[in-house]
């Protein structure tokens, strides 16, 4: 058996013994495609598209239908990293991939980023108040 050989057994044989790890169902599906999504259907794939059924929106919905709206969403981690995922595509694609861009991207991440630290550092600030004493 040469090299190359012994290297693609190897392989296969590590594969096998990760595939029927108990643990590897975690990571069964990420990186995939959705479920919905067609390619014969929907044409080539955007990371930025919902390809599930649409509902109403909740800017439309009554106050009497909030509940029942809430109840029939997927509260599964994967759908919120989905949801995650397809508002950066939308953000990316709105700001940081058109042809002439402008500085809005750098603008808002540097925003983010002091609001985040803020949040993290409020409890450190709040001490440092200036008081006025009598």
């Known amino acids: 058996m040469n090299y190359i050989q012994r290297i693609v057994c190897f392989a296969k044989t590590n594969m096998q013994k990760i595939q029927d ?3 590897a169902g975690v990571f ?3 990186g995939d495609y959705p ?4 390619p014969k259907v929907h044409g080539p794939y955007d990371p930025a598209r ?4 649409p509902s109403t929106p909740f800017s439309e919905l009554k106050l009497c239908e909030v509940p029942q709206w809430l109840k029939c969403r997927n509260k599964s981690a994967k759908s ?4 995650f995922s ?4 939308r953000w990316s694609h709105q700001y940081v991939q058109p042809k002439r861009t402008t500085a809005a991207p750098l603008i808002q991440g540097l925003t983010g980023m002091m609001l985040i630290f803020y949040i993290i550092n409020y409890g450190k600030t709040i ?3 200036n ?3 009598h």
């Open 50 to 53: 919902f390809y599930g059924t």
């Open 35 to 38: 479920a919905e999504y067609n």
């Open 86 to 89: 397809r508002a950066y595509w």
């Open 28 to 30: 069964k599906g990420i």
């Open 80 to 83: 919120l990293a989905a949801l």
């Open 131 to 133: 008081y006025k004493y």
């Open 127 to 129: 001490r440092h108040r």
């Open 21 to 23: 790890h108990p643990a």
